[in-house]
């Protein structure tokens, strides 16, 4: 009886670990094909309300609202370091298949100015989902009417115009900037940029205490209704849509021939199995050929810029490289 009840607590034990193991795991059908069997946990580095959070919220919300997914995907929020805490939070879940964290600009430029030992090549690229786009904000009685008077005043002297962004100085608001300025002919190795992770750009410029603020298209939108400021310039190919957005003028249209692409996109942890990332890279196309997804993008002014995994891994080395180049011109790149 005893060796009977011994030999029935044993096979318990292997039923609960394998079904323990397949919870963590996903279930693998006879074909190959994966399916997740519990919730996913998208991770937003970075605070709530900033691209970042709003771009992992809306994604999870069509996932849910149009069963495209047939699990939960809650969102966390993981702050600090520019992107590091939630990165290395992400490195933590090696192989895990049901979690994930969106990513932008600053997973490629804050690795190499040294701020993260995490990079994009530590993780794995599920998709890209879209294309954001900088703009340039000053008071709406500021003495520039577009962005070649802004420029044409800081060719003459780099440090008679204050910069101000939410990113730390060789990070995505600093190097939006630069990018666009360096193509205008301005030294951008003797600019005055000022870091305010605390969000408060917006409010210095407003006060008088900088000039310029540099960041993301959605955030502006608000105060360029209220009358209080105005978008010099935005960093996009073309005229985005929408009520307020179709007024930015490029800095294309202004004759300075150079973009800044804000993209948006995915990635699993590390080693996360193949047939995992073919289950995301449909379930993404999905979201983005979906008419919610197409409504959510132009709510917030953003592009489509879908990639699926291989394609995006391939995007990322050629950004890398750009962005090496262009910090390593700033002196602001790894040693």
Known sequence: ?????????ASLLLVTAAGCGNSSSGATDEDGNWTPTQPIEI??????????????????????EEEIIDQRLPVVNKAGGGGAI???YIAGQEESPHHMFVGSPPL????LNGQSEYSHEDFTPLANVIADYGA?????????????DLFDDMKEDPQSVSIVGTSSPGSMDHMQFVKIAKAAGVDVTNLKYISDPESGGLTSVLNGSVDVFTTGVAETIEQVRAGKVKVLGITAEERLEGEVLS?????????????????RGFFGPPGMDEAAVTYYEEKFKELNDSEAWIE????????????????????LEEE????????????????
Do not use: C, H
């Not at 580095?45 to 069509?62: E, K």
């Not at 490629?108 to 690795?111: G, H, R």
């Open 43 to 64: 991770t937003a580095p970075a605070g709530p309300g900033g691209g970042w959070d709003t771009t992992a919220r809306m994604v999870s919300q069509v996932f849910e």
């Open 86 to 88: 939630g990165w290395a």
């Open 136 to 148: 340039f904000v000053v008071k709406a009685d500021a003495e520039w009417d577009n962005l070649n």
């Open 1 to 9: 009886m005893k060796k009977l009840f011994g030999t029935a607590a």
């Open 320 to 335: 890398a490289e750009s962005m090496q180049a262009l910090l390593d011109e700033l002196g602001l790149a790894r040693e």
């Open 296 to 315: 959510i993008r132009e709510k917030y002014g953003w592009g489509e810029m879908y990639m699926d995994s291989e394609e995006y891994a391939a995007f």
């Open 108 to 111: 490629i430029l804050v690795p």
């Open 247 to 263: 007024d930015f003028p490029t800095a294309i249209e202004q004759g300075i021939d150079e973009t800044f692409i804000n993209w």
